[in-house]
Every structure is written in C-alpha cells, then in structure tokens.
C-alpha cells in the first residue's frame, strides 16, 4: 500500500507561481510513475506531468515550457513548479503514483487533492 501527501496549492494572481510537493510512503520499492493530474469543476481528470523512475518525463501540452516536474528519489517525493500560472490552471490538483506489487498487481494511488487557484 502506498500513501501520498501532498502540500503546496494556494490562490496566485495570473503570471505568479506554485511549488506541489507529494511524498510517498509505504511500499514505495515498486512505485512505477509518479505525476500530477487535475480537474476543473464539470470536467474530467486530465494528466498534468508525469515521471518515470529514469527521469523521463511527459507534459500536457496546455502546460509546456511553464510547469516542470521533477523526482526526488531519496526522498520518494515528486514536485510539480508551475511558473507563469493562467486562470486556466484554475483546478484540484492530484499527486498519482503507480505502483506494482510483488504478485505483479498494478494499483493506482492518489493523493487527497490540492487546490490551485489563479485570479487576479
């Protein structure tokens, strides 16, 4: 089982930035990727950055060349650093990590959600 905690959302005026933090806990030796996903009220949980244990790394399109991801490993922890945040960032915002036990179950771990607000 895998526990996730996030920190870091908060309301920022449009052009300001953020720093999500999750950490994991548990058993975290078969952790996969780990990434962040938001959702906007009447819409669908969308991928924001993912990262695989190599470092590799993926981004929505909405969010390149503003957000960056990134891995500590020593740490289990993943930060996402949105810079230049756009009103429609506006959204909850979901630490994820999948992890593959050793029966080869693949599960799905969330986090509990952190607000991100951008207005002026």
């Known amino acids: 089982q895998v526990q996730l905690v996030e920190s870091g959302g908060g309301s920022v005026q449009p052009g300001g930035s953020l720093r999500l933090s999750c950490t994991a806990s548990?058993?975290?030796?078969?952790?996969?990727?780990m990434g962040w996903y938001r959702q906007s009220p009447g819409k669908e949980r969308d991928l924001v950055a993912r990262?695989?244990?190599?470092?590799?790394?993926n981004y929505a399109d909405s969010v390149k060349g503003r957000f960056t991801i990134s891995r500590d490993n020593a740490k289990s922890t993943v930060y996402l650093q949105m810079d230049n945040l756009k009103h429609e960032d506006t959204a909850v915002y979901y630490c994820?990590?999948?992890?593959?036990?050793?029966?080869?179950?693949?599960?799905?771990?969330w986090g509990q959600g952190t607000q991100v607000t951008v207005s002026s």
């Open positions: 994820n990590a999948d992890h593959k036990d050793r029966f080869h179950i693949l599960n799905t771990y």
């Open positions: 548990g058993s975290i030796f078969g952790i996969l990727g």
């Open positions: 990262i695989a244990n190599d470092g590799s790394a």
